[in-house]
Structure formats: structure tokens, C-alpha cells
């Protein structure tokens, strides 16, 4: 895996809209940015209505997977262009998550839809509409993703990466800044992890630092021993599914995992270890 | 807005909010007296630290629930246009910068 085989530039996209075989998919929380102008021929796929089991914590299972993807018009043949709001937060975790359930001709689109704004590229509001296919998912991957009790196993042991922002690490912050602060769980980190923000690895418009520059980043500042296997968190998965792209995908990082539960259920675990305070 | 949620608040943001206890920086960024509605801004820390980043509201509006301190707002839109703003938060206040661009 490198670079060009996971990661899509804006004028690679322009030149495949319409493509047979290429489906654009937004990817968001807020699914009215997608609403009010998204890339022509793109669908949209809502983070938590669509890829959420509506009421267990946790995702949509197989069948569940099976019945968006046929709903949506995706095969199983198509090449998955993602992209979205928040520096690509949610489409990191979409690009995730079909990898999870084994489909592989998947793509980001670098920037996501910062870029492309920025760009002043095209956007539409035509919604297309594809003809249903029958889409048949792969178990879950579980080489991909961390569950707790894995988690608190790791602690002193793997590289544990905390991708948020250096205040909600230190317990200062319960939420990213953009977000009111109420949550009720206890505030800090898992001991061991590294903070490495996710915003590091990206440029100001949203795209991907340089392999070298990322290297040098999590090796030599962040001190991560690239020969221990890695669990990446945040506080719900979405941008540890970003640094997972970065440290998996684009630096072929063998065994990294994506812990989804994140600091939402570590945080209010009873009995595990905190630690506060900035990150060495 | 969804409670557990990271991303932006659903239509982007408008103003105003009560700060209640929280440290609110919030304003509208405009260019030539009409709102920018396409745009980003991002609250920055200490040596240009990234701490947020909202996408503008159709009222050119954005807002963060930051920590107590200084902080830089970045604007950034298309066409190349940006701007910054040195900006001060404290809890139970709402901080208001209102950006031309």
C-alpha cells in the first residue's frame, strides 16, 4: 500500500465524475453541508444514521452493511471515493469502516471537502439516484479495531496514540473546542499514550502532510516505536480513524488499531487507570 | 447540534449563544458587508497550535467552546482570503470577533 493507491487528489475526482465503477461519497455528521451544494455525482452517506446501530453503541452489523450498500447503489466492484467535512474526519472513519467489512477499492479524496471549497471547485445539488445492487460484506476485520479490554491490555505495552487536541489530553477539555463542554465522564488519558493531535498530520487546507514529513512526526517528535504494534483513540473514533489512515495506509504501518470507543467509554470505565496532565 | 458528536453543528453555526459557563469565542466574518458563508474558521493555540476548526454558517457565523486564554482565529475562504484576530476567552464569557475579509 502507498500514497497513490488510498489517497485521491480534487482534479483526479473532477476527471472521474460520471465514471462507471467510481461512486463519490460524502461523508459527514452534519449532513446539511451535503445539502446545500456537494461534488456533482456524489451521494452522501450520514455518520451516524447510516453507518450507527441505532441502539446499541456500536455499528451496523454485516447485513446491516449488505442493506446500505445495495440501498445506496454501491457494488461490490466499485471503486469508493470518500470525502467529507472536518478535514476528512468522518470519510477517514467511512474509509475505515470499509475496510472493516472487506471492501477494498477504496479512496480518499486528500482535502476532502475543505479543499475542494477552497478550490472554488464545482458543487451540485442534484442528488443522483443509482440503481440498487445486491452488495454482499466481509466479516468484520478484527485486525483493524481495538475493543477495550485490548486497550487497557496495551497499556505500557504498545504504542498507544491519543489524537486529540493537547487540552482534552491533559484534561482540561472534555470535547473539542467547537463543542460545548457538558459530557459527564472523567476527563484525562490512557497512561502510556502519546498525544499526537490528528490536525499534525494535516496541511492548513485539510490534505496529508509528506510520508517524510508524518515519518518524522510520529517517529522522531511523537517517539513512537514503529516496531510495536499501535492503537490509535480520540474521543468517538473519527479522528483516530484519521491518524489510523495515516499511520496504516500511508505509512504502511503493519498492525495499527483503531479503538472507536475511544475516550467516550475509557473515560467512564470503572477501575481503569487516568492519568492528566500535557503529554511529554 | 448532536451531543456526542465531533463534527459541525448541523447548518453551521449562528450566532449567538449564551457562554453559561463555558468560555465562548464566536462572531461573523463578512466581506463587503455580506456574510461569508463559504469558509472555515480555526482557533489557534500557543505557536500556532490547532485546537478547532468550524465551518462558517450561512450567516458567516461561527462559534467555540474554548478553554480559558489567548487564543489566534484564523479565517480562511476561497479565493486565497484569509485573516487573523488575537482573541482572550474566559469561562462564563462570550468573546465576540467579528472578521472582515
Known sequence: MSRSDVLVDADWVEAHIGDPGVVIVEVDEDTSAYDKGHIPAAIKIDWKKDLQDPVRRDFVDKTGFEALMSERGISNDDTVVLYGGNNNWFAAYAYWYFRLYGHDKVLLLDGGRKKWELDSRELSTDVPQRPKTSYTAGEQDASLRALRDEVIAAIGKRNLVDVRSPDEFAGRLLAPAHLPQEQAQRAGHIPTARNVPWSKAANEDGTFRSDDELRNLYQNEAGLDFGKD????????ERSAHTWFVLHELLDQPNVKNYDGSWTEYGSLVGVPIELGDGR | MSADGCGAPAGGVSVTAAAGSQAVVEG?????????ASG??????????????????????FRFFAAPGSWTLRVLAPGGLRAERSVEADYGQVTKVDVAI
Not at chain 2, 466574518?29 to 461569508?36: E, K, L, Q, S
Not at chain 2, 489557534?44 to 457565523?61: I, Y
Open chain 1, 230 to 237: 499501535t492503537i490509535a483513540y480520540c474521543r468517538i473514533g
Open chain 2, 28 to 36: 461573523r466574518v463578512v466581506r463587503d458587508g455580506a456574510p461569508v
Open chain 2, 40 to 61: 472555515y474558521a480555526r482557533l489557534l493555540g500557543t505557536g500556532d497550535e490547532f485546537v478547532a476548526e468550524v465551518p462558517l454558517g450561512d450567516d458567516g457565523g
